[in-house]
């Protein structure tokens, strides 16, 4: 594998790199705690997993908060982010972000309760940090994974948040996700459940250097 080189698209390339990332956050996802409470039917991830990634996508074009990983031509990574001030997102864009899961609703109906319930109990660890960016979702396409890009594609925004003299913060669902995230400079504010049913979650943060 050459290099992942790792940029903030153009607008027109934006769209291209977007089309491309959205199955690649699917399969870096599929397996994934979080996604497997959700949606524990095959069936159901396969319709209802795309929205959610490209609801993702959309947030960080939204903002300029999408960083994309490639190898040569094709996209195997990316990374979204929210800048200061746009997480916790607010009620009216929650209730925008339904609407593309309206088709999927029979299928989606009962991981769309669930993630609102999940939400809410991220939100009350989220509450009371000093100004930061948001990662939303980062995924490396599986063929690809332990190979250096995943750092690659969070150091900008890392660098970024440095030079703003703002920290940055996420949550993740797996030990081995939390112990990378603290090889680069996060620590971990919390360890819970954010429902009685749902996976261990990780909230970290990072204070700028």
Not at 79 to 98: E, H, K, M
Not at 152 to 174: K, Q, Y
Request: proline share 10%.
């Amino acid at each position: 594998m050459s290099e992942a080189c790792i940029f903030t698209s153009v607008k027109m390339s934006v769209v291209n790199d977007v089309r491309r990332a959205l199955p690649v956050l699917v399969r870096a996802f599929w397996d994934f705690p979080e996604t497997v409470h959700l949606l524990p039917k095959e069936s159901a991830r396969r319709r209802v997993l795309p929205r959610y990634m490209a609801e993702y996508l959309a947030d960080g074009a939204r903002v300029d908060g999408l960083n994309f990983a490639h190898d040569g031509g094709e996209v195997i990574g990316a990374a979204a982010w929210l800048p200061p001030g746009a997480y916790p997102i607010p009620l009216a864009r929650q209730i925008a972000r339904l609407i593309p899961l309206i088709p999927v609703l029979p299928w989606g109906l009962g991981a769309a309760r669930e993630g609102v319930r999940g939400r809410a109990g991220n939100r009350a660890r989220h509450e009371g940090y000093p100004p930061h960016y948001f990662l939303r979702a980062i995924g490396v396409d599986p063929s690809h994974q332990r190979k250096g890009v995943g750092t690659a594609l969070i150091a900008p925004m890392l660098e970024r948040a440095d030079s703003e003299h703002v920290g940055c913060f996420l949550f993740t669902a797996t030990e081995s996700n939390a112990a990378w995230y603290h090889s680069l400079g996060f620590e971990t504010a919390a360890r819970y459940n954010p429902t009685p049913t749902w996976p261990d979650v990780w909230a970290m943060w990072r204070p700028p250097r």
